[in-house]
């Protein structure tokens, strides 16, 4: 029976008696078991290396998210299903997208024609343009993408499902295990540093995501910034297959990719999503951070946090009609890297290779996000350049290069992609851009709007979110460490809306907690209305004293709700120290 075969008591029992049966030292040690780390660790189990896959996770894929689609073909030799011919028949998949469709949506406004009739005072009408596969606009947005073996998952099956195949293969995999550091010796890397112990191999390959610290760790980049990362965040709904099929008009087992872009999102640059999974619909926004940061400081008014975005577009009646009476199952958050901004130039060092997020191998197509592919791509060719170093007995920078010769058809996708943001991820298409095209082709309907309860601050509605989702709480161990003074001193402290749960708050001497500045807002609105002000000045006077109140304020952390999406580490002051959870805590998705 392999390590794997248990997640819990067993595997911990073996790891705490020292692991016994493993080497000193492995062929390869992959750090992740996410899509990348599993193809570059079953590859090499497959052809007899002794490959040991670690995992920061009790359970692979309990930490992951994805808001995307499963392409199984890319480059011949280098997808899915070239690596698992029978993947579509053995992983748990979802559904097979046979349809894309990209819909720009105005807000939903009272109609002219009932201005002047005491009739139906929640109506609302609102623009739509539906682009689909047949359009002629759809050569901009989703020609190429469709390989015909394409579906939605759910990471927290797919990848589970997936480090099964590497123990199949003869992998080791190892779980609830935190790689903190790598073993340096010289100008090489020789193994990881656990928070158990040290562990070697003639090649490390990380794939542990966007939130890598040992790219940094090795010097091939600097920690990211606002510039380099996508923030997503996500809800998944619960309806019957049945009822998928009927609002959607899917056969059984097909599913369906809907890219969104449209009022709510306040000017950000980024769109919304909607994908078909079997008896769940995922919901949720994709947005370059450095807008995300700009409109949550620049329109205090509307947007507080991520969350007022998603909630803003999930009330909207076109996507309402989607999800209206389906149970809300989960809530999530995650950073995705802007390839054509983070893709390593240099991935590699002597001992050492970067795949997957932590590569930056990811584009965004349109308004759909694609880096699974690319993951299991990298993961592979990673797996080559082993073989190959191997085989000359070096496992040095300059032999170790021909994984820049194997990645040349990722860089350019990734270079395609950076000449495509120059018209996908302009003010101008997020502007006047979307609404000019609503304004000549879009269609106009109406819908009644249901009155929404009012009255909930941001730390109770994402309170109720958090409390769908499963914990285990470190209780001697904070991963992520703060200076406060410095955290004080900002006079922005631009993490604390933008945190998407209540890690960060703040609190103001007389006013109270607030993780939202629109709630501070509004409560500085309320009390100059009180106090006899009104109209626009005193909105200004209020928003005003929000900043005033920002800048005194005292910052509150709070890591047991953590969903571990790193935006923190990218916007927050430079002393944050940003580390994997321990031991498998943390938090544990079901739907994502």
């Known amino acids: 029976m392999g390590l794997y075969q248990n ?56 930490r992951n998210v994805t808001g995307g689609v499963l392409y199984g073909s890319y480059i011949p030799g280098y997808g899915l299903i070239d690596l698992i011919p029978d993947f579509e028949k053995e992983a748990p998949l979802e559904r097979r997208v046979v349809r894309y469709r990209l819909a720009m949506i105005s807000s939903p406004r009272y109609p002219g024609e009932y201005r002047y009739r005491a009739i139906s005072p929640n109506a609302r009408a609102y623009r739509v343009l539906e682009i689909g596969e047949d359009s002629f606009l759809d050569r901009f947005i989703h020609r190429g993408i469709s390989t015909g073996h394409d579906y939605t998952v759910i990471r927290a099956k797919f990848d589970r499902w997936f480090a099964r195949k590497v123990e199949e293969a003869g992998g080791i995999v190892v779980t609830a295990t935190a790689v903190e550091d790598l073993v340096i010796e010289g100008d090489k890397v020789v193994g990881i540093r656990t928070n158990r112990e040290e562990l070697y191999a003639d090649l490390i390959i990380d794939a542990s995501g966007v939130t890598s610290s040992l790219v940094i760790r090795a010097g091939l980049r600097p920690p990211l910034d606002p510039s380099r990362v996508y923030h997503g965040v996500k809800q998944v709904y619960q309806l019957s297959e049945d009822e998928i099929n009927r609002r959607f008009g899917l056969k059984s087992g097909e599913g369906m990719a809907i890219a969104i872009m449209g009022d709510f999102l306040h000017g950000m640059i980024g769109g919304g999503f909607i994908y078909t999974n079997r008896d769940t619909v995922s919901v949720g926004i994709v947005v370059t951070m450095e807008s995300m940061v700009r409109g949550l400081r620049d329109n205090v008014r509307t947007n507080g946090k991520p969350l007022d975005v998603l909630e803003e577009m999930t009330s909207h009646p076109y996507v309402r009609r989607y999800i209206e009476g389906a149970k809300l199952v989960e809530y999530s958050a995650h950073n995705i890297p802007k390839g054509y ?88 298409l997020y502007g006047p851009g979307y609404r000019v095209l609503l304004t000549i082709l879009g269609r106009l309907e109406t819908a009644v709007i249901p009155e929404e309860p009012n009255g909930r601050d941001a730390i109770q509605r994402i ?64 009390r100059l209305r009180r106090a006899g002000r009104s109209g626009g000045d005193a909105e200004k006077e209020a928003l005003r004293e929000t900043w005033r109140d920002v800048a005194r304020a005292e910052v509150r952390f709070d890591h047991v709700a953590c969903i571990s999406c790193g935006t923190c580490w990218v916007i927050g002051y430079p002393n944050i120290i940003y580390n994997p959870e321990r031991d498998g805590h943390g938090v544990k998705f079901r739907y994502s």
């Open 463 to 526: 309170q109720e979110r958090t409390g769908l989702l499963t914990y285990e709480e470190d209780k001697r161990y904070s991963h992520i460490k703060i200076y406060y003074g410095g955290a004080n001193r900002d006079p922005y402290k631009m993490w604390v809306p933008a945190c998407p749960v209540n890690c960060y708050t703040i609190s103001v001497p007389g006013k109270g907690i607030f993780a939202s500045y629109r709630d501070l807002y509004l409560y500085n609105l309320e």
């Open 341 to 428: 901004r983070t893709m390593l130039e240099k991935p590699l060092r002597s001992g050492f290779l970067v795949v997957g997020d932590a590569l930056g191998a990811f584009v965004k197509i349109g308004g759909l996000i694609d880096g699974m592919r690319r993951a299991i791509a990298t993961g592979i060719m990673a797996a080559q350049a082993y073989i190959y170093a191997r085989k000359h007995h070096d496992f040095s920078e300059k032999t170790l290069a021909v994984y820049l010769d194997l990645l040349e058809p990722i860089y350019r996708d990734i270079r395609r992609s950076a000449r495509n943001s120059k018209i996908s991820e302009t003010r101008l």
């Open 7 to 62: 997640y819990t008591r067993p595997l911990r029992e073996k790891l705490v008696r020292g692991w016994p049966g493993l080497v000193d030292k492995h062929d390869v040690i992959v750090v992740g078991a996410g899509p990348g780390g599993c193809a570059a660790a079953y590859y090499l189990a497959k052809r007899g290396y002794d490959v040991l896959l670690v995992e920061k996770a009790k359970v692979p894929g309990q």
